[in-house]
């Protein structure tokens, strides 16, 4: 079952635009991941952030996590036409070890 | 370095046939994972391996199984393939097993008629 739910499912701005997506989880974690998916093909990896951070940068990227309300955020400032893609997150809270994936937020970027 | 690579980019197959999809992890990573990703849906987990052996399996059934060489690379087969099989496949590698960062290919999409 997947345990993070992104929100919102979608989103459109305008290119320039800072976007913020959402991402709840339902148990105790050890780290949080984000990535990105451009257009069907593999996913990449952005940020990582364990149970002990509560803030992580990586360029225009900018990620929170608050453990008490089991949420994460990913914000990306300054948004690109080459930012829209579907982000989502994914938790360490699944059996042995396994990656637990949200449904995905897709991002549209408009110029 | 080169990353995930993944064979075929595209396979279309019939009801009840068989479908072999192949994946080499970036070297040096031990750990292999798969995913199904229906159209415009998240990941689904299938299947992790780790030095040859499966460490934990999502809710599948068992027509879709794989295997793990020695060099690392991986193999996903399903077979008795049903409609609801087409999907994009995503196979990825880590260097640590479990919920690390997890390096991603570009996926094979299945389709099945």
């Known amino acids: 079952s997947q345990q993070g739910e992104e929100d919102p499912q979608a989103l459109s701005i305008q290119e320039g635009e800072n976007a913020t997506m959402n991402c709840s989880y339902k148990?105790?974690?050890?780290?949080l991941q984000w990535y990105r998916q451009n257009s069907g093909r593999g996913l990449v990896h952005l940020i990582l952030?364990?149970?002990n951070e509560r803030e992580k940068h990586s360029g225009r990227l900018r990620v929170t996590l608050d453990t008490s309300k089991k949420s994460s955020s990913l914000l990306i400032t300054a948004s690109r036409a080459a930012d829209t893609a579907s982000y989502f997150c994914?938790?360490?809270?699944?059996?042995?070890?396994?990656?637990?994936w949200g449904a995905g937020t897709k991002l549209i970027i408009k110029p | 370095e080169a990353g995930v690579t993944q064979s075929p980019t595209h396979l279309i197959k019939t009801r009840g046939q068989q479908a072999t999809l192949r994946c080499s992890p970036i070297?040096?990573?031990?750990?292999v994972y798969w995913y199904q990703q229906a159209l415009g849906l998240g990941l689904q987990f299938l299947l992790w391996?780790?030095?040859?052996?499966?460490?934990n399996r999502g809710n599948f059934p068992p027509r879709f199984s794989g295997r793990q060489f020695p060099n690392y690379s991986s193999e996903l087969n399903v077979n008795a393939l049903e409609l609801e099989d087409s999907a994009l496949y995503l196979c990825?590698?880590?260097?640590?097993?479990?919920?690390?960062?997890?390096?991603f290919g570009p996926g094979t999409r299945l389709l099945v008629l």
């Open positions: 990825a590698s880590s260097s640590v097993g479990g919920a690390e960062t997890q390096y």
């Open positions: 391996y780790d030095e040859g052996e499966e460490r």
């Open positions: 070297s040096g990573h031990t750990s």
């Open positions: 994914a938790t360490d809270a699944g059996s042995n070890y396994q990656l637990i």
């Open positions: 148990t105790s974690i050890n780290n």
């Open positions: 952030i364990r149970s």
